[in-house]
């Protein structure tokens, strides 16, 4: 079977190699892999930028969906033909998050999803939602469990509440689509008037060019009567922190899963302090919680937003499509 691996880091050393079809120890099932997503997280994972220490050769990718091949001894939650998805991060099923839930992160240390057939423990695998082609699950994994988690388990959005999304990557995106289906207003933000168009199509209320308005958190002050916004889905990181803070209301929440603007910066801590703001790290979350997305995906119909599809063969192309940023939505490689 074939499965990309690097043996240095950088996208130029993305290699497609010949490998053994893996067989499936106890507790682990091999499943054949028709189509993966894209995430940011790959391009740092494969740039050497999100474990520098990382043992090569590794295999990238946290983000699959195909069919169970074959099952492991004492595997009985799922069979030979369930068409399933990977689940990111692994030994996390339920309950509190825990430090050491990391070390079980598919896409490295964890196994790669850039292959035909992979084994992957048993629990880390999740049936598709009713309707959803291959392709179309293969981007719930981490962008869409990680808009629920920023909108319904850290805070529980609710009908008339405003939500604030920046960009329009996968993870925002997937915010808007479920913020919606929850009742919610949503304003998001981004550098192409194009996207902003597209954006309104999806339920967008309110859009911001934040190249045209640099001081975009005034507008969504002007937006929400002075106000703020209930919750912020912060996709940037530091480089924005402190607008999106000035964007919320008082004891509001900003959910913090993306560091597109790196991993530290100035933040003016008092903005926390006289707002009594509520700082949420996301890390994806927890399987249950990722069952409790697709039961709400499936009653909603809601479908992924997919910028693009390519063959297995030009996974690179599609990973410097994603370094460029000039996607909307998901982007899509097909295994088979």
């Not at 993966?36 to 699959?64: C, F, H, I, Q, W």
């Not at 689509?177 to 304003?187: E, F, P, S, W």
């Not at 994806?284 to 009653?299: L, P, S, W």
């Not at 690179?316 to 460029?324: D, G, H, K």
Request: charged share 20%.
């Amino acid at each position: 079977m074939r499965r990309y691996e690097f043996d240095a880091f950088g996208l130029e050393n993305l290699k497609l190699v010949q490998r053994d079809v893996p067989t499936p120890a106890a507790g682990e099932v091999v499943l054949d892999v028709k189509a993966m997503s894209l995430n940011y997280r790959d391009l740092l994972v494969t740039r050497g930028l999100y474990n520098p220490k990382l043992e090569l050769p590794a295999v990238p990718l946290s983000d699959g969906a195909g069919s169970v091949s074959a099952v492991g001894e004492g595997v009985t939650r799922v069979k030979v033909g369930d068409r399933v998805m990977s689940h990111f991060i692994a030994g996390w099923i339920d309950g509190p998050f825990k430090l050491d839930h990391v070390a079980s992160t598919l896409g490295t240390p964890g196994p790669g999803l850039a292959a035909e057939q992979v084994a992957l423990p048993a629990d880390a695998v999740v049936p598709l939602p009713t309707g959803y082609s291959f392709a179309q699950a293969s981007t719930l994994p981490i962008a869409a469990l990680t808009a629920w988690s920023a909108l319904r388990t850290v805070t529980h959005v609710e009908p008339g509440q405003t939500v604030l999304t920046l960009g329009t990557g996968g993870v925002s995106i997937f915010a808007l689509q479920l913020a919606k289906a929850m009742g919610a207003r949503v304003i998001i933000t981004s550098s192409s008037d194009e996207k902003l168009a597209r954006c309104r199509q999806f339920g967008a209320d309110h859009t911001i060019n934040y190249r045209a308005n640099p001081k975009w958190e005034r507008q969504v002050l002007e937006y929400t009567g002075g106000a703020g916004v209930d919750v912020v889905v912060e996709t940037v990181g530091p480089g924005t922190l402190d607008q999106s803070m000035k964007s919320t209301r008082a004891e509001g929440t900003i959910a913090l899963p993306g560091a597109l603007t790196g991993g530290e910066g100035h933040v003016t801590t008092r903005l926390i302090l006289m707002r009594r703001l509520h700082i949420a790290g996301i890390m994806v979350d927890c399987r249950r919680a990722f069952e409790n997305m697709v039961a709400f995906i499936e009653q909603h119909k809601i479908k992924p937003v997919i910028h693009q599809e390519f063959p297995f063969a030009d996974l690179p192309i599609a990973m410097n499509l994603m370094a460029s940023g000039s996607h909307f939505g998901k982007i899509v490689v097909n295994a088979k």
